[in-house]
């Protein structure tokens, strides 16, 4: 199971799809107001989001699917989504792999995160948007994750973006507490060394869980699975396999 990022959609797994299919049965998800997933749901869903529903329609999935136990590969935000999965059903996780994982906004992020919240409503999404892509993936190399990322968020709507922005709130309370809370799920966090945001709190989350480990990539930035396309599928391929036995 591929879970993307906000403002992402299914199509960011396309280095991974050509190397996993050679061992994994796969399913890639447009979570809702993403990709395809935009037209079915922008008009349907009007409450507030949170991670915990956002989560349960992956699992709803499942459930629609037959499938009772998965393996799961997130990216970025879409690994806190991944997370809470576990929290709420963790006999449908076999395994965790979790690249450019948040799992918490460090002050800079923090600061970013409020400024955009105070001008969400005057200035048009994409501005914000483009502005988070380039300060959370500054690095030049880092040039067609920014613009995968860009172009995909394009087909979100205004409003569809304040909704999934609404979420940034909750990030640091729920890192909180899954910091505290050991799930025995293994675990693999793929981060880019350059990932100046993220890494540091992956540090200190790893140190915490015995369930889990970090794999660094050298010279790369936060989307390691788009720039780093073959160390990451072979890293976390391995790691499925290990777990399958």
């Not at 395994?95 to 200035?123: E, Y």
């Not at 909704?163 to 050991?182: A, G, I």
């Not at 915490?208 to 599928?233: M, T, Y």
Request: charged share 20%; with cysteine; glycine share 6%.
């Amino acid at each position: 199971m591929f879970v993307h990022g906000a403002g992402g959609s299914s199509s960011i797994w396309c280095k991974q799809v050509k190397a996993y299919k050679q061992h994994f049965n796969l399913l890639l998800i447009d979570l809702r107001g993403h990709g395809k997933s935009n037209r079915l749901l922008k008009d349907l869903i009007a409450k507030r989001y949170t991670f915990q529903s956002v989560s349960r329609d992956i699992l709803h999935v499942m459930d629609h699917l037959n499938i009772q136990a998965a393996h799961f590969v997130g990216m970025s935000l879409g690994t806190i989504i991944v997370r809470t999965a576990a929290e709420i059903a963790p006999e449908r996780i076999l395994s965790m792999v979790l690249g450019g994982a948040v799992t918490r906004f460090n002050t800079r992020s923090q600061v970013l995160v409020a400024l955009g919240d105070l001008f969400k409503h005057v200035i048009p999404y994409m501005w914000l948007y483009k502005l988070f892509a380039y300060i959370v993936m500054p690095q030049r190399n880092q040039r067609q994750s920014r613009l995968l990322f860009i172009r995909e968020a394009k087909k979100l709507c205004q409003k569809e973006f304040k909704r999934w922005y609404t979420l940034t709130s909750e990030v640091n309370p729920l890192m909180r507490y899954f910091k505290e809370s050991d799930l025995a799920i293994p675990t693999l966090y793929v981060m880019g060394e350059l990932d100046y945001m993220f890494i540091q709190p992956v540090k200190e989350m790893v140190a915490a869980h015995k369930f889990s480990q970090l794999h660094e990539i050298a010279d790369c930035g936060h989307v390691c699975n788009v720039e780093r396309p073959d160390e990451f599928n072979q890293r976390s391929i391995q790691f499925i396999q290990n777990q399958i036995g």
